[in-house]
Nanobody, 124 residues
Framework: QVQLVESGGGLVQAGGSLRLSCAAS????????MGWFRQAPGKEREFVAA????????NYQDAVKGRFTISRDNAKNTVYLQMNSLKPEDTAVYYC?????????????????WGQGTQVTVSS
């Protein structure tokens, strides 16, 4: 059974940075496409970024392009989301997901495994 555990969330002022981590266990992490999604209060969960198993391909939501960077370390079974120039509208619970698809998937329906989420709050 694959387990994903996110960490690194917190409270930060606008313009600040955070790095989220998602540690995987119990499965073949190196074969999964990994993604980050977020859900703000009263809103649907939305795609943020994803990375293929090799790290050779990434995709980002337009609102975070140029500010967020997704990366992975397969030796550590961990995927990261570096978030810079944070804005109040980035406030949400951030979830990492694992997909058995080899392709970048931006819809959560393609993700087979989920973490419990980590809160990110950006104050203005």
């Amino acid at each position: 059974q694959v387990q994903l555990v996110e960490s690194g969330g917190g409270l930060v002022q606008a313009g600040g940075s955070l790095r989220l981590s998602c540690a995987a266990s119990g499965g073949t992490f190196g074969r999964f496409t990994m993604g980050w999604f977020r859900q703000a209060p009263g809103k649907e969960r939305e795609f943020v970024a994803a990375i293929t198993w090799s790290g050779g391909s990434t995709n980002y939501q337009d609102a975070v392009k140029g500010r967020f960077t997704i990366s992975r370390d397969n030796a550590k079974n961990t995927v990261y989301l570096q978030m810079n120039s944070l804005k109040p509208e980035d406030t949400a619970v951030y979830y990492c997901g694992g997909s058995r698809s080899a392709l970048i998937m931006t819809s959560q329906v393609w993700y087979n495994y989920w973490g419990q989420g980590t809160q990110v709050t950006v104050s203005s």
